[in-house]
């Protein structure tokens, strides 16, 4: 019998684990009947048409005395918040005591076309507000905000000081001019007016498009080649149909709103200039004087570490923390490095100022 040389050994082997995952998983496929994300159990508590406000059941014993909202962006979905549940942020700040309810903006139709930022942050999400400080009896509650929705939170924070008693930004863009990001560069040079003119509210498809790009061969061709080989092991394949489960929910965007956020934030940056307004009042981020705890990720490339950092600078509160991890974007609220930590150094933190 011939001896193959090794290299060649290897590549039929290679091939052949290949086929065998393939296999494996083309079973492992056929019997998933459904992909499920956000299963921690919740109650709508308020709704004004297609945007809802839910509260989370709670998991502790003992629970903190002033609740969270959580802001999410306009752009995908709350639930990657709570893909599964052994990689939920939600869950984690219950098991950690947290009261929390979340806002679900709803899918943008024709109806959303001229929703501006005033109507999401002074309208559902004041109306939010107001609504779990009228059940609880308080003045004010935490406030958490996540990307473009930590964004609108900072804004919030700014108009309505007296209603928000900790402020919490993770992953949130403030300073808009930077080159450190694609997104940003990109955002810079479109016309939004064209678009929005063009489209009227922008499919979600091609704002999931636009992100793929920043990345091309990372998400759109490695990642499905990778995933023959975790195909045989049902657990990571779930793991891998939750997430694109989410990441193709996307949102159509409303169009005036989008409008808004790329000329007065990505290309105005009016934010940290003190030039931005809503509704004739001037957004003065000084007002900021709540505790403020800001967190980061170290390898961000849709909201540099930059960015975010420059809220410090800019607020009035003489109480800012900072906490990072070295994760991407996404990798915030679904990596292992974050699921043991994350939570309870929130929960830690508000404790320590109610």
Known sequence: ?????????????????????????????????????????????????????????????????????????????????????????????????????????????????????????????????????????????????????????????????????????MVTPIDFNTKESLLNVWASAFDADLMVDAYGNIPGDMMNNAYMMLQPFTLSISKYVNMVGIMADADKLGDFLRMEAWIFDSPDQPGETLRQFLKDFYQGNKLVKGEFTMAGRRVNLKNITMPVLNIYAELDTLVPPCSSKALRDHVGSKDVQELTFPVGHIGMFVSGKTQKTLAPKIAEWINERI
């Not at 998983?25 to 048409?49: H, M």
């Not at 004041?126 to 900072?154: K, M, P, W, Y």
């Open 1 to 169: 019998m011939l001896t193959l040389p090794n290299k060649f050994k290897e590549s039929v082997e290679e091939f052949n684990q290949f086929a065998k995952n393939l296999k494996k998983g083309a079973e492992n496929l056929a019997s998933i009947d459904e992909v499920l994300v956000g299963q921690t159990e919740k109650e709508l508590v308020f709704q004004d048409g297609k945007r809802k406000l839910y509260r989370y059941k709670q998991r502790a014993r003992k629970v903190c005395p002033v609740p969270m909202l959580i802001v999410y962006a306009l752009v995908n979905r709350f639930t990657m918040l709570d893909l599964q549940p052994n990689r939920s942020m939600v869950r984690n700040l219950l098991d950690n005591g947290q009261d929390v309810y979340i806002i679900d903006w709803g899918y943008a139709d024709c109806m959303d076309r001229f929703m501006t930022m005033s109507d999401y942050i002074d309208g559902f999400l004041n109306d939010c507000v107001d609504h779990i400080r009228e059940e609880h009896a308080l003045d004010a509650i935490n406030l958490l905000g996540v990307c473009q929705g930590g964004t609108f939170s900072a804004v919030y924070a700014a108009l309505y000081p007296k209603k928000v008693k900790n402020f919490i930004p």
